[in-house]
């Protein structure tokens, strides 16, 4: 190769390069130094980071390990739970980079184009700023990736395959559906000659065995604990058949809904392209790295399609077909027109992005835009807290202090982590059965005469909390200006004998008139 040629592919990847370590530069100053504080899921994550344990209600337990290890280092700030974000981020396209240099050797710009497609994703620059579970899922899921591929390209496979099971068995850990990557290279081995002569074999044991092995202490926790975390999620994707949908149009509405909001997941212009890139590896020659990176993609997508036919689903319960989606679409639009409309994309990614970091930067000057509305749940926690603790100290002493609302909850509980307080606790909207890990390791306890101090931010909800209690007194109605003419209100009551009403189907039933009524 001709000197010239050498210098310039080095200068172009040291561009690449740079560009990459910008972003990720700018993302954490970004953290560093935006005024806005923990969502009510980040400030529960930070509560389970507090007592680390081999699971929790909601969720498995790596996202609290990694949010303890991460205060341990950078101590009790906001900034410490999310430091990580981007670093994870940087990670998987840094996995992605790999792995592409791996299926495309020849092709060094496919490389650079799968990693600037991952870190410039409409919901990777969401993720590099909330905490949650897909931080986690996603770059364990590339790792698991380029394992699976290296396990294909070498002869010595038993260290890669060690690393798969071990990114698998991390991924389940972060969240369970790192199990749909684990559906796809079920169906590769069912599908591929090639695949099912590595796999099908003593070697191929390990990417069974250690990921099972790594999830035994998290199944031992959730048998202690009446299998809260997997019942929560069949509650959550609905598997009970609880949500009754009547119809076929509220169901193709639903699909719809979960397909349409792809685009802001992955991008417009993006997703379209990824859609041509599916299309042309299914149509094409099977045992090929796209063939296998379609069906890897379309295995995430087509689940999460089926169940928001079903019930329900939130657009980011599929992001896990991005991590193949992303390979197959940068060796797809190498070139040509293509290249030019994803690179146009990735453009439009850019300024979209650099709009959000300097909207989390500065949201003062959001607050009276539509935007100022998402960045609602972020915001006015400190003011909040204060005014709840005034009146907590006003007033005779209580001995718990009572939300009814789950992200409330967690966003006080993290506002108020170095004040004295009495005990927080939350009202069990289901009775017996925990909402919450709250509810499940500190339950407010039946027939308590103790008096408490009750949060009530839903005026539907009032009368049925209230009912729960033997003695109620109002106290004072309290309103938390936001900026913008947005507000938080809620309101306060004394309450002391806590006998709450059996929940029974004709209790269940007073509540189908109500907004949001709970499940029985």
């Not at 319960?317 to 290249?339: C, D, E, N, R, T």
């Not at 453009?347 to 959001?366: D, K, M, N, Q, T």
């Amino acid at each position: 190769m001709p000197k010239n040629r050498i210098k310039s592919i080095y200068n172009a990847e040291l561009f690449w390069l740079a560009g990459l370590l910008v972003l990720l530069g700018v993302r954490l100053v970004v953290l560093a130094t935006s005024p806005l504080s923990l969502g009510g899921d980040e400030a529960q994550y930070w509560q389970w980071s507090t007592t680390p344990d081999w699971g929790y209600f909601s969720k498995p337990p790596l996202i609290a390990w990694l949010i303890a290890a991460s205060n341990w280092v950078l101590g009790d700030s906001v900034f410490a739970v999310r430091a990580a974000l981007p670093v994870l981020h940087g990670l998987a396209a840094g996995f992605l980079w790999l792995t592409a240099r791996l299926l495309w050797p020849e092709q060094r710009r496919v490389a650079w184009l799968a990693a600037s497609i991952y870190l410039l994703m409409p919901g990777v620059f969401l993720s590099s700023f909330i905490m949650s579970t897909d931080a986690l899922l996603l770059p364990l899921g590339a790792l698991a990736l380029l394992a699976f591929f290296k396990v294909l390209a070498v002869d010595r496979t038993w260290p890669w395959m060690l690393v798969l099971g071990l990114a698998l068995g991390a991924g389940l850990l972060a969240k369970y559906a790192m199990v749909f990557l684990v559906f796809g290279f079920l169906l590769l081995v069912l599908l591929d000659r090639q695949v099912r002569g590595k796999f099908v074999s003593p070697v191929g044991v390990l990417a069974v065995l250690v990921p099972m092995a790594m999830l035994v202490p998290n199944f031992i926790w959730n048998r202690a604990h009446g299998f809260a975390t997997v019942s929560h999620t069949v509650a959550n994707i609905d598997l009970d058949g609880t949500t009754q949908i009547a119809g076929l149009w509220p169901r193709v509405s639903m699909l719809f809904e979960l397909w349409s909001g792809q685009l802001g997941v992955f991008g417009p212009v993006t997703f379209v392209l990824l859609l041509g890139a599916l299309f042309v590896a299914g149509t094409g020659q099977r045992r090929t790295s796209s063939f296998r990176l379609m069906i890897l993609c379309l295995v995430p997508l087509l689940i999460i399609s089926v169940q928001a036919l079903a019930s329900r689903a939130h657009s980011n319960w599929a992001v896990l077909a991005y991590i193949p989606g992303v390979l197959l679409l940068a060796s797809f639009a190498v070139a040509g027109w293509k290249q030019n409309l994803l690179l146009a994309g990735l453009a439009l990614h850019l300024v979209a992005g650099c709009v959000f970091l300097a909207g989390v930067s500065f949201p003062e000057r959001l607050a009276a835009t539509p935007a100022g509305k998402w960045l609602m749940p972020l915001s006015g926690w400190d003011k909040t807290a204060s005014a709840i603790l005034q009146v907590a100290e006003t007033q005779s002493e209580f001995a718990a202090l009572v939300t009814d609302t789950r992200l409330f909850h967690y966003a006080l509980a993290w506002q108020i982590r170095n004040q004295p307080h009495p005990n927080l606790r939350m009202w069990p909207v289901y009775g017996p059965q925990p909402h919450s890990q709250r509810e499940l390791m500190q339950p407010l306890v039946p027939q308590d005469p103790a008096r408490i101090l009750l949060v009530l931010t839903r005026d539907a909800f009032t009368s049925r909390v209230l009912d729960d209690f033997a003695k109620k007194q109002f106290l004072q109605t309290i309103r938390i200006d936001l900026g913008g003419g947005r507000y938080r209100e809620f309101s306060l009551y004394a309450a002391s004998g806590f006998f709450p009403v059996a929940r029974t189907p004709a209790y269940y039933a007073n509540w189908r008139n109500l907004e949001n009524p709970p499940k029985p």
